[in-house]
């Protein structure tokens, strides 16, 4: 049951160019998504946040885009830098449940 | 800043032992969640927490399962009696609120069952 999905395992990006990382989910009930950065032997860290009445929502080098007729959502970091280099999880809620479905994540190498 | 603090870091328990895994949230936040990460596998959701009771569990979270705020700091999770597919990195997080807040997230502690 893959509610919410990140096709693209991996990802690499020259430092300075910009990172698109894509989300696709399901559930039309989902009307919170955020997204997390994962560093290896450490927890998620929470990046960016937008709710379902938003389509668009800007946090300095990070902006995430939601479109809802396509159930889809993207995350662009611009400029790249090479401390960028994680694993991206788009997380997903709907407004009657607590937890976040999260998709499987996208390892984005930010190459110097 | 305030962050969720997880121990141990790793935790090598027999099978048929019983584990419990610690977890300190942030001060001020209401809500406190279990989550877990088989290898190679997503982050998967077990068990969320608030006023001293579970408000929300996956099937994951079957009766081997349990957890507890044994006191005003500590969140515990459980595993009565380990299997080897309980091997995984567990992952604490607490919010704030419930709506629309973002939930943060410790270290995790890796769980390996021999």
């Known amino acids: 049951d893959q509610q919410v999905k990140q096709n693209s395992p991996s990802l690499s990006v020259q430092e300075g160019r910009i990172s698109i990382l894509n989300c696709d989910y399901t559930n039309s009930m989902f009307d919170y998504f955020l997204w997390y950065k994962k560093y290896p032997a450490e927890g998620p860290t929470f990046l960016i946040s937008?709710?379902?009445?938003?389509d668009k929502n800007e946090d300095g080098r990070f902006t995430v885009f939601l479109n809802k007729s396509a159930k889809h959502l993207s995350l662009h970091i611009v400029p790249s830098q090479p401390g960028d280099s994680a694993v991206y999880f788009c997380?997903?809620?709907?407004?009657?449940?607590?937890?976040?479905?999260f998709g499987p994540g996208t390892r984005l190498s930010v190459l110097p | 800043e305030p962050e969720v603090t997880q121990t141990p870091s790793h935790q090598v328990t027999q099978m048929g032992q019983e584990v419990i895994l610690r977890c300190v949230p942030i001060?001020?936040?209401?809500?406190f969640y279990w989550y877990r990460q088989i290898l190679g596998q997503k982050v998967e959701f077990l068990v969320s927490?608030?006023?001293?009771?579970?408000?929300?569990k996956s099937e994951i979270f079957d009766d081997q399962f349990s957890v507890e705020r044994p006191d005003g700091s500590n969140f515990t999770l459980k595993i009565r009696s380990t299997k080897l597919e309980d091997s995984a990195m567990y992952f604490c997080a607490s919010s704030e609120l419930h709506s629309n807040q973002p939930q943060h997230f410790g270290d995790g502690t890796r769980l390996s069952i021999l």
């Open positions: 927490f608030y006023n001293n009771e579970i408000s929300e």
């Open positions: 997380a997903a809620r709907d407004n009657y449940g607590q937890n976040f479905v």
């Open positions: 937008i709710s379902s009445i938003k």
């Open positions: 001060s001020n936040h209401l809500y």
